[in-house]
């Protein structure tokens, strides 16, 4: 247990490396939500300029980050289990089938989340949020200490409220008001918080988190992808200046489309004698002058196909990157096989079975440190079952299955959740299917449809 004076200082020094990455969190929060990367213009060049500006930015990192928070557990189960253990229930009790995004979306964005494993509930948190020190941070599972921040808003004035953990307590601890104060770093600003420590002795309580015997710290980290050195990266920092890069050619287009999409029209040898008449003239379908020297014409129409094409070029560049889906790559695909599609989203289910499998891990050191907590027993080798998104052929998935239910029919319960479409829930009322005895019958309506499936891939017009 930490004395008040020991709360006092790892807060104090917790909070201050908290604040050393606040920026860089803060500048891929902003890039993330399409609030930065607006194009500088040169000084006085207007009111009109300058909104073009904020209108050009372009956001691709938003759709990246979607793309691979869309995954999803289902359960938790050993390999031999057909169904959930107990310690499903907790997880349920934490309503984490919603609640699991608020993990990935942050872990894909910024390159980590935090959850906190207590007896009766999960806290989530994001790096903005939580930070947590290793003796080893490649190696270690548990972190020595931890430390989360949140803003209350239930007093007149909104102050910041937080939780030390180490390996026995939770310590409450206040970080003064919600003040703000604005620095700027290579032209962005970030917010700085200058607080005030405060912890009231005997306010602490015992989290009771333990793993086989031993007192562990229960913040649990989920990493999208890190080094050997404990860089963590997510996924929009290396893309932002890709971002600038398209905001800057949209912004070119914009000015070419407002200022020189339509033929702009010139009189040499005359000049108007006021605004009102300069503007009626412009207005002017036919011009005519008395003087024969006075010459009429106009300029080329500006044409903005150019951008287009490099713009487009700019966006499959950030998609290959990205290895996001096929769908941000090609325009349309209405005429494209399943194939062609499956193909295509290789390098993407690569990606983000490598994300399932950084995150699933972390989920099940979450849901032991859970069940140890409430008395639970978890199976060494259980693991999170994941809701797959692949695009694959159904016709081929069937077929395979038919093949090797045709070599050993007790591999067909196992094999039904590689169905695509096929959720957990589905799954099992498969799986119960065959232990009443209706084995064949699901094997052969899965045959009808793969055969329906096939006929209608085959009837596609050929991939564009």
Known sequence: MLSPDEVVD???????????????????????????????????????????????????????????????????????????????????????DARQSEVYRPAVQYGSAYTVALK????????????????????????????EHW????????????????????YPVSLGNAGIRVRRIDGDEFSQQSVRIGYEPGTETAHGGAVDGEAVCPAVR????????????????????????????NFDRLVVSRFGAFPQKYAIGWAASSSDELARVSAARLMAFDDENIKVGDFAQASVEGYNAILGEMKVHVAKTAHVPVGAVVESAQNVGADTIAALDAPYQAKLDAKRRSFGESWEQHLALKAAMN?????????????TSEARSFAQVIDGISKLVAADPSLLPELLQDIPGWNQQRVDAARAALRRGAGSRVLNALRGAASATGAADDNQPPAA
């Open 120 to 147: 009766d509930s999960t806290r989530i948190r994001s790096p903005r949020q939580m930070i947590a020190v290793y003796t080893d941070p490649s190696m270690d599972l548990w972190p020595i200490y931890a430390l």
């Open 222 to 249: 989920f990493v999208n992808d890190r080094d050997t050195e404990d860089c963590v990266i997510g996924e929009v920092s290396p893309l932002i200046t890709n971002q600038r890069a398209i905001n800057a050619v």
């Open 10 to 96: 790892v807060t104090r020094d917790l909070w201050k490396r908290l604040q050393c990455e606040l920026p860089e969190h803060d500048r891929v929060r902003g890039y993330a939500l399409g609030r930065r990367g607006v194009p500088s213009i040169p000084e006085g060049a207007g009111d009109e300029l300058a909104d073009l500006a904020r209108l050009s930015v372009m956001n691709v990192l938003k759709p990246v980050v979607d793309a691979f928070s869309s995954i999803s557990v289902e359960g938790f189960r050993s390999p031999a289990d057909e169904t959930n253990g107990d310690v499903w229930d907790l997880w349920q009790a934490d309503r984490l």
């Open 151 to 170: 803003i209350d808003h239930s007093g007149t004035k909104p102050v910041r409220r937080g939780f030390l953990y180490d390996d026995e307590f939770a």
């Open 375 to 387: 008395g639970v027993t978890v199976p060494d080798d259980a693991e999170v079952v994941w809701d």
